[in-house]
């Protein structure tokens, strides 16, 4: 079945200090979504991209679409406490959304 | 007013025993969904209505039977409770059935299965 990886499965970084998370799908996405989980919360969407190779910016966060359309990546510049949490990507394929395993973040003050 | 809620948030129960979790959604959605998210985060959809029907059904126990009175409400029964159904349970409503309409997610029922 279609799996979605994402890498790393944690991080641990100092209020600043960039981070990135990487989605790889064995299959071709007809799209990609993020979401945000916060620690005892449920997940939030974030944004949805569509093309191949697209680009789109949330103030500090950059989400990219693979020009395969089978990765995407999350990218936060200098990160803020509030960043804390796991972020999913979930590509879509055979009418359902399958989410990746996640990448937990730990912002330390 | 809350947009997809659940109840209970907190679900404590003895292997054997039947329980049901309740959702209702107040966004006007056609779609709701059910979600397992085990001990290491992973989100795995168990089933999807469209507006009182079934449209998904995942590789589950059938022992979990959802019920969709209502396109605002998806409610889940689970019989015979064993230990690995121990997780944290989601519901969730997006406009339309298509897997591109972002998903509004409830917040979740823990459930402790001793």
């Known amino acids: 079945g279609q799996q979605v990886m994402q890498i790393p499965q944690y991080q641990h970084v100092q209020e600043g200090e960039d981070f990135t998370t990487y989605c790889n799908s064995s299959?071709?996405?007809?799209?990609i979504q993020w979401y945000k989980q916060r620690p005892g919360g449920h997940p939030v969407f974030l944004i949805q991209?569509?093309?191949?190779?697209e680009v789109k910016k949330q103030k500090r966060l950059t989400f990219q679409f693979g020009e395969a359309k089978k990765n995407s990546s999350l990218h936060i510049t200098a990160t803020q406490t509030t960043d804390v949490g796991t972020y999913f990507c979930?590509?879509?394929?055979?009418?359902?959304?399958?989410f990746g395993t996640g990448t937990r973040l730990l912002v330390s003050p | 007013d809350t947009a997809v809620s659940q109840t209970p948030k907190y679900l404590v129960t003895q292997m054997g025993n039947d329980k049901s979790i309740k959702c209702e959604q107040n966004?006007?959605?056609?779609?709701m969904y059910w979600y397992k998210q085990d001990s290491k985060k992973f989100l795995k959809i168990m089933f999807s209505?469209?507006?009182?029907?079934?449209?998904i059904n995942e590789t589950v126990p059938n022992r979990f039977s959802p019920k969709s009175p209502d396109k605002a409400h998806l409610n889940l029964h689970i019989n015979s409770l064993e230990l690995g159904d121990s997780a944290v349970y989601f519901c969730?409503?997006?406009?339309?059935?298509?897997?591109?309409?972002?998903?509004?997610f409830g917040p979740g029922t823990r459930l402790t299965v001793t």
């Open positions: 969730a409503s997006s406009l339309l059935a298509a897997a591109s309409y972002e998903q509004y």
């Open positions: 299959t071709t996405l007809s799209n």
């Open positions: 991209l569509v093309k191949s190779g």
């Open positions: 979930a590509g879509t394929g055979f009418q359902k959304l399958v």
């Open positions: 966004l006007g959605h056609d779609t």
């Open positions: 209505y469209n507006n009182k029907e079934l449209i």
